[in-house]
């Protein structure tokens, strides 16, 4: 299959499979490691990503493609992650602004809570205890002191850019 077929058919999936931009990086690890990119290179754009503001979705969709195929990869890529979101939104508006005093809605939309916190908790996992050789004790150090930040309210995209300080020590 061409590869920027292959590349919009992906994200294509992806991002109807999954339901939140946290859960489809979970999707994503599983489509792209070995086959686009290696587990580095994933760990690398996911913490760009997450440093740059937007769409953390959007951003990865466009730094797997550029990496695989260059700007045309980028763009088949980041359409592919725009198009099923922004027809089913449509479609989830019409039908929610319709329904929108029902009482099980909210109930559902609880349900789902759970279910995305332990995806996003799995993912964490299996990046945290890959990446960089494996669990060890510089990133154990890293990811206390990166989850003490965030309990104080430290915004997301400095506790990672100072991790990504960090490690430019620990990992010499």
Same mark, same amino acid.
């Given at each position: 299959?061409?590869?920027?077929?292959?590349?919009?058919?992906?994200?294509?999936?992806?991002?109807?499979?999954?339901?939140?931009?946290?859960?489809?990086?979970?999707?994503? *690890?599983?489509?792209?490691?070995?086959?686009?990119?290696?587990?580095?290179?994933?760990?690398?754009?996911v913490?760009f990503?997450?440093?740059?503001?937007?769409?953390?979705?959007?951003?990865?969709?466009?730094?797997? /493609? *550029?990496?695989?195929?260059?700007f045309?990869?980028?763009?088949?890529?980041?359409? /592919?992650?725009?198009?099923p979101?922004?027809?089913?939104?449509?479609?989830?508006?019409?039908?929610?602004?319709?329904?929108?005093?029902?009482?099980?809605?909210?109930?559902?939309?609880?349900?789902?809570?759970?279910?995305?916190?332990?995806?996003?908790?799995?993912v964490?996992?299996?990046?945290?205890?890959?990446g960089?050789g494996?669990l060890?004790?510089?990133?154990?150090?890293?990811?206390?002191?990166?989850?003490?930040?965030?309990?104080?309210?430290?915004?997301?995209?400095i506790?990672?850019?100072?991790?990504?300080?960090? /490690?430019?020590?620990? *990992?010499?």
């Open positions: 299959m061409d590869q920027l077929l292959l590349l919009f058919w992906t994200f294509l999936k992806i991002n109807l499979l999954s339901t939140s931009g946290p859960a489809s990086v979970g999707l994503l *690890y599983k489509e792209a490691v070995g086959h686009f990119l290696t587990e580095q290179q994933f760990i690398q754009a913490g990503s997450t440093l740059l503001p937007g769409s953390d979705a959007l951003q990865l969709a466009m730094f797997v /493609g *550029y990496t695989v195929a260059g045309s990869g980028g763009m088949v890529s980041l359409l /592919g992650a725009i198009l979101p922004t027809i089913l939104m449509f479609g989830v508006v019409s039908v929610l602004h319709r329904i929108r005093r029902e009482s099980w809605v909210g109930s559902f939309v609880s349900g789902l809570t759970p279910a995305v916190a332990v995806l996003m908790l799995f964490a996992w299996n990046i945290f205890k890959g960089n494996g060890n004790w510089q990133s154990m150090l890293i990811g206390s002191a990166s989850l003490a930040a965030l309990l104080f309210d430290l915004p997301a995209p506790v990672i850019f100072l991790a990504g300080l960090i /490690g430019v020590f620990l *990992y010499r």
